[in-house]
């Protein structure tokens, strides 16, 4: 809870809205726990949550980005690169955070503010500081209507040219993106209560452990008391119980609903994995199996692909439009679909032998120094157009021997 609370402060507050409970809902009454208004925040108590924030988090920000220009068909890096890629993109925030910054916030809220802080001579964008989502209001043109929309920081209109605002889930109609927890708020109001029902179970006794019997008459006033006298001195303690006056101590096991409840909550995590695009098994569900691929490397590259791409593409797609004309970026993504060494060396072979990569080039894709004579790119002898029809060899031409005439 700390770090969703300093990641967007008041989500804490909002968590712990509930007081205690005196009894366990029954499953009836579950749906009826939440009775305020939706909060997205409160799905960030799901443990399921906060581990898929993190997983797409670090996912992203631990990629390299770099910006692109295209001669011909060809895909070749800008040198130098664009003021923006130069340095940091704010001073005193390096690429890992900031890229953190962002994502932080498509995931939560499904919107990412950036703020113009310099500009180049050119007049395009040289720094870019994350802004707290809780902090900026977007509202419609009155005029003009959403594709004109108004930015507010902390109350005040700030120009809409000086914003760059990303959108994850982006809604015609609308200024703002709906987040994943918006968009499928109903489940995330049954996993919350759910949440609570988990909570009022296991929390201060709500569901009782045990019965305490006695074979003599008891009074009210005997028996409020002797509850007491067993909570003061049991309550939080695992010493030995010691009973008198008759009592006896009867252990419960849970019913067959309370262990139909624990099923769910596996259930919701699964679920909530789903919805945010990350295989179970990141998050730590291996009870059932994963349909990005049944290994290592294969499920690496599923979770890159059908994952991390549509967040990236969010994200190079916004600063496009900060570059100058002709450049793109790009994030390093090459690393999360590589093969292990023995798929890699096996392709590279292939690629050489068939004329597709030279040698300078395998070893740049590894990381290593060029090495001289290493750019030429090899064909085998027996290749030729297709159709084509070698000619007939010359006959010999033997010369006349010597003294002879010709």
């Known amino acids: 809870m700390a770090l969703i609370s300093r990641a967007f402060p008041g989500v804490e507050k909002r968590l712990a809205d509930f007081g205690p409970a005196t009894e366990i809902p029954s499953w009836a009454e579950v749906s009826a726990l939440e009775s305020g208004p939706r909060q997205g925040g409160r799905a960030a108590s799901l443990s399921a949550f906060v581990a898929c924030r993190r997983i797409l988090c670090d996912g992203v920000a631990t990629l390299p980005l770099r910006a692109?220009?295209?001669?011909?068909?060809?895909r070749i890096l800008s040198k130098p690169q664009p003021p923006l890629l130069q340095k940091t993109p704010y001073p005193g925030i390096v690429w890992r955070d900031w890229l953190w910054m962002v994502m932080n916030s498509l995931v939560v809220t499904g919107n990412a503010f950036l703020r113009v802080t310099a500009r180049g001579p050119d007049n395009r964008p040289t720094s870019l500081l994350p802004l707290h989502p809780d902090a900026v209001k977007v509202e419609p043109d009155k005029e003009l209507g959403w594709t004109v929309p108004i930015y507010k920081i902390n109350g005040k209109i700030t120009p809409a040219e000086d914003i760059v605002h990303i959108k994850r889930y982006p809604i015609a109609g609308s200024v703002v993106s709906l987040s994943v927890i918006e968009d499928c708020a109903v489940t995330f109001d049954l996993s919350d209560a759910a949440n609570k029902y988990g909570l009022r179970w296991f929390r201060d006794s709500a569901n009782p452990s045990g019965i305490l019997s006695s074979d003599q008459d008891l009074t009210p006033t005997q028996i409020k008391q002797s509850q007491k006298n067993w909570i003061l001195s049991h309550r939080g303690s695992r010493y030995p119980a010691m009973l008198g006056g008759g009592l006896k101590w009867q252990s419960l096991s849970i019913t067959p609903e309370e262990s139909q409840f624990l099923e769910t909550r596996k259930f919701q995590r699964s679920e909530i994995a789903m919805l945010f695009g990350v295989p179970p098994h990141m998050i730590g569900?291996?009870?059932?199996?994963?349909?990005?691929?049944?290994?290592?490397?294969?499920?690496?590259?599923?979770?890159?692909?059908?994952?991390?791409?549509?967040?990236?593409?969010?994200?190079?797609?916004?600063?496009?439009?900060?570059?100058?004309?002709?450049?793109?970026?790009?994030?390093?993504?090459?690393?999360?679909?590589?093969?292990?060494?023995?798929?890699?060396?096996?392709?590279?072979?292939?690629?050489?032998?068939?004329?597709?990569?030279?040698?300078?080039?395998?070893?740049?894709?590894e990381d290593r120094e060029p090495i001289p004579g290493g750019d030429i790119h090899l064909q085998p002898m027996n290749f030729v157009p297709l159709g084509y029809v070698p000619p007939e060899p010359k006959a010999p031409t033997t010369p006349p021997a010597h003294g002879e005439k010709g």
């Open 68 to 74: 692109f220009r295209e001669k011909g068909e060809i």
């Open 285 to 365: 569900d291996i009870e059932k199996q994963t349909s990005y691929g049944t290994g290592v490397e294969q499920q690496s590259i599923g979770f890159a692909v059908y994952t991390l791409r549509p967040w990236l593409e969010c994200i190079e797609q916004i600063l496009n439009t900060l570059l100058p004309g002709g450049q793109y970026v790009k994030f390093g993504i090459d690393a999360l679909l590589r093969g292990d060494y023995k798929a890699r060396q096996e392709g590279y072979q292939m690629a050489i032998q068939s004329g597709y990569l030279s040698v300078n080039e395998v070893r740049a894709l």
